[in-house]
């Protein structure tokens, strides 16, 4: 499969799992009923699995690693910080209040992270004056 093909899967991947993760936090929020469906347990998992693939072909085709990459590097904290903050926000937050703050702190890593994909550069906030 060429470059573009994988990076085209993982982008699409990024975007369905971001938007997936708004549609579980607004229904959260919300106190829905929609959280407890089926699919909505399991194609996230789905997403993620195949957007972490992805995300290790890209890697291996641009011959980068987190060990010697710090931009990949901060990638990956990123993500780890972004999983643990969803975590909080959708199942271990102990009051509405603090899933709601896990929530937006979500969003801002979330943020983070594209722009460091964007930029290559895991400092992307320190040229903002």
């Known amino acids: 499969m ?3 093909a994988i990076k085209m899967i993982h982008v699409g991947s990024v975007i369905i799992s971001y938007l997936l993760f708004s549609l579980r936090s ?4 919300q106190g829905s009923a929609g959280l407890k469906r089926r699919w909505v347990k399991i194609t996230p998992h789905v997403v993620d699995t195949v957007l972490l693939a992805s995300a290790v072909v890209l890697a291996i085709r641009i011959q980068q690693d987190p060990i010697h990459d710090s931009w990949l590097s ?3 904290v990123g993500l780890l910080l972004y999983i643990g903050l969803g975590m909080m926000a959708l199942r271990f937050g102990k009051t509405r209040k ?4 896990a929530c937006v702190a979500a ?13 290559k550069n895991p400092a992307v906030f320190s040229s903002i004056s």
């Open 2 to 4: 060429s470059y573009a």
């Open 26 to 29: 607004i229904w959260m929020i």
């Open 74 to 76: 901060a990638k990956v």
């Open 98 to 101: 603090a899933k709601i703050l």
């Open 107 to 119: 969003q801002f890593v979330f943020i983070y992270i594209v722009l460091v994909a964007l930029t």
